[in-house]
């Protein structure tokens, strides 16, 4: 059995939960977000507390038991707070920028990379630092690994797309050739 699934969950002001035929609505000031249950699962609103309980116990629901409660706790977080991530880039001649909802990239290719972001999710540049934000954690960090991938930062010069406070592994480059070998 899960420790975290038999945690509670506390329910801020300004965010209701609803449940309705096995779905989960949570509406705060950012928001709404919704979540499917499985049929073992139960979830029971007291005053001011969330907890997820199982109607059945096999292998498969107790290894989901944790992760439902902790889905719904990030719901919860992300309509009343929200989810931020960010990337800084490094490399000459490296741009970002907002050209309407898109957000364009000069990483050293040919060409610009053109990245239209999901709905729900706000991009913003500032100097070197691309920000993600949103009220779906799972969306806001598929948005940033997305962006990551376009340029992956590498490991002799450092160049690249990297989440902000990343430790990149520097490597040494070739020893120079000595002379007369």
Do not use: C, W
Not at 5 to 16: F, M, S, Y
Not at 78 to 97: I, M, T
Not at 165 to 171: A, L, Y
């Amino acid at each position: 059995m899960s420790r975290i699934g038999k945690l509670p969950i506390e329910i801020p002001q300004g965010v209701n939960i609803s449940i309705d035929n096995r779905l989960v609505t949570v509406n705060g000031p950012k928001g709404e977000l919704t979540y499917k249950l499985l049929p073992s699962l139960e979830v029971l609103i007291n005053d001011q507390n969330v907890t997820v309980s199982l109607v059945k116990e096999n292998k498969n629901t107790v290894s989901l038991f944790g992760l439902t409660r902790t889905l719904i706790a990030n719901m919860i977080i992300g309509v009343s707070e929200g989810f931020e991530k960010q990337l800084e880039f490094h490399g000459v001649g490296y741009r970002a920028a907002i050209e309407g909802d898109e957000l364009v990239l000069n990483m050293g290719y040919s060409h610009p990379i053109k990245y239209k972001p999901k709905a729900g999710i706000d991009l913003k540049v500032e100097k070197n630092i691309i920000t993600v934000t949103g009220i779906s954690k799972q969306l806001v960090g598929q948005t940033a690994a997305e962006i990551r991938e376009f340029k992956k930062p590498e490991p002799y010069k450092g160049k690249g797309i990297k989440y902000v406070g990343e430790k990149i592994r520097r490597k040494a480059g070739k020893a120079a050739a000595k002379a007369g070998a």
